[in-house]
């Protein structure tokens, strides 16, 4: 099938690649002309495991192509995606220029039957708001033409996204009419194959259905946290809580670990919108104000330990980071926890040598020549005569360190460990003053 999808960001550009891996033709449209062209050239913009071969694979098959040509893409195609980004606005809704921009612009060009598909995240009647957008244009036209809105939200995660996408749990469908619900089928037929993973419904409830999956999961995550921060409190071991109630299925492992707070470009600003979107119904939504405040503290846990460790004398010091994005295999530094750290720690007249295996240039971008921070290359120039190592981000490479390297390179054997990644026995025994979070340690 001829498809085109509006945004080449990491859900655009991996639902394009993928989508032209199993025999559709995709076009690509991005307003990012250096995107676009890096794109024609198979260079990928982001980091993300596997993409950068299914881009190449559909570039010399045909069956990719990147644009800044937003007419032709329409053209191109009967079923076009809008995946743009949904940022937060200043008070915490999602902002929808975007949407809505590449809504008018489909109905400028459109003279045929287009199924419109929303994958982008966007509140409850945007649907509707996107249909009356390109109703008017169509009428200031003075085109008479059928068209369908389709909402199909994303439940991808960075750093899995091709596979995610290669092989969905679940594909979510918003449609109000039969011919858009086959086209929809069509489009997703490979990946349906097996069993069927199709959920259809009104586009309201496919909406929500997003967001209620992104707050679900950051409900866990913050309940987790404040379970973490009770078990330092009362010298539980947090880890250990976490495997007693995994195990109960009603519960699972997934998404109950304990840390110094989520980020990233969704949960957060997910959490904002779905607030907002109760205020406008008079709803007090107060699980989710909890979920968010509670994460907001979380994020300053490195900080707090930090400060109590060296008992409040920080200025001057040099600290040691690793692990920059918001999580690992990602380059994405988007409401990261180690830029609310780092701002933190400059703040108090705090030195820090960072690093991270894919972050390093999104965050020098922040940042820019800001003497206080050196970004290095390798994770051990990180800890040249730091007073500390704090770990941030779970990356892999992190999991089994060199800890004798570590010792040496260090000023004093102290470890903030925002990920739990060692046993608290094990430090000790190595003569490390570890602090995980909720560890049975009172800091
Ligand atoms: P992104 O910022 O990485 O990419 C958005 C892209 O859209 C950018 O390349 C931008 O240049 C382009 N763009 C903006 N306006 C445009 C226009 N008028 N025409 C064409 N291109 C345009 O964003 P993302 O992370 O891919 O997220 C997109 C949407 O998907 C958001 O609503 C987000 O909440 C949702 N989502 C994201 C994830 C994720 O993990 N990143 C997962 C599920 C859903």
Redesign the pocket.
């Known amino acids: 099938m001829k498809i085109s999808i509006?945004?080449?960001?990491?859900?655009?550009l991996v639902q394009a690649a993928v989508l032209s891996e199993v025999g559709h033709d995709v076009t690509c449209?991005?307003?990012?002309p250096r995107?676009v062209d890096a794109l024609n050239r198979g260079l990928i913009p982001i980091y993300e495991p596997g993409l950068d071969v299914l881009v190449k694979q559909g570039l010399s098959k045909g069956l990719l192509t990147f644009t800044i040509d937003?007419e032709e893409a329409i053209q191109h195609a009967t079923a076009i995606f809008i995946?743009?980004?949904?940022p937060p606005d200043e008070d915490g809704s999602a902002d929808l220029q975007?949407v809505l921009?590449?809504a008018e612009?489909i109905a400028q060009y459109m003279n045929e039957y287009k199924v419109i598909i929303n994958?982008?995240?966007?509140p409850v009647g945007t649907g509707a708001r996107v249909k009356s957008v390109v109703r008017e244009q169509l009428k200031s036209r003075n085109v008479i033409c059928e068209f369908d809105v389709v909402s199909n939200?994303?439940?991808?995660?960075?750093g899995a996204?091709v596979a995610d996408c290669q092989r969905p749990d679940r594909i979510v469908i918003g449609v109000e009419s039969d011919k858009a619900a086959n086209i929809m089928r069509e489009i997703y037929e490979h990946f349906n194959r097996n069993h069927e993973k199709i959920i259809q419904m009104d586009i309201r409830s496919a909406e929500l259905t997003k967001y209620a999956a992104n707050c679900m999961l950051a409900t866990k995550i913050s309940f987790m946290n404040e379970m973490a921060n009770l078990a330092e409190k009362l010298g539980a071991d947090i880890e250990s809580v976490r495997q007693g109630i995994g195990s109960d299925p009603r519960i699972g492992y997934h998404f109950i670990y304990p840390g110094c707070g989520y980020g990233?470009?969704?949960f957060p600003?997910?959490i904002n919108a779905l607030l907002n979107t109760s205020r406008q119904v008079s709803y007090d939504a107060k699980i989710l104000k909890a979920v968010d405040r509670v994460n907001q503290k979380q994020k300053q846990v490195l900080f707090n330990k930090l400060h109590q460790v060296f008992n409040g004398d920080l200025v001057g010091r040099t600290i040691a980071l690793w692990g920059l994005s918001f999580k690992p295999e990602t380059d994405d530094t988007r409401e990261a926890t180690s830029l609310v750290l780092i701002n933190a720690l400059l703040e108090a007249g705090v030195a820090v040598q960072a690093y991270d295996p894919q972050a390093r240039a999104e965050v020098g971008n922040i940042y820019g020549d800001q003497e206080e921070l050196t970004l290095t290359d390798k994770k051990e120039d990180a800890l040249i005569a730091a007073d500390a190592l704090v770990i941030v981000t779970e990356w892999k490479e992190f999991r089994s360190p060199n800890f004798e390297l570590i010792q040496q390179s260090l000023n004093y054997p102290i470890i903030v460990d925002g990920r739990n990644l060692y046993s608290p026995q094990k430090m000790k025994q190595l003569g490390f003053i570890y602090y995980g979070v909720g560890r049975g340690e009172s800091i």
């Not at 994958?119 to 966007?122: E, G, H, N, P």
């Not at 939200?153 to 960075?158: D, H, R, S, T, W």
């Open positions: 509006f945004g080449g960001g990491y859900v655009g449209v991005d307003i990012n995107k937003a995946a743009v980004g949904t975007h921009k590449v612009t994958k982008s995240t966007v939200p994303e439940f991808l995660k960075e996204a990233g470009s969704c600003k997910d």
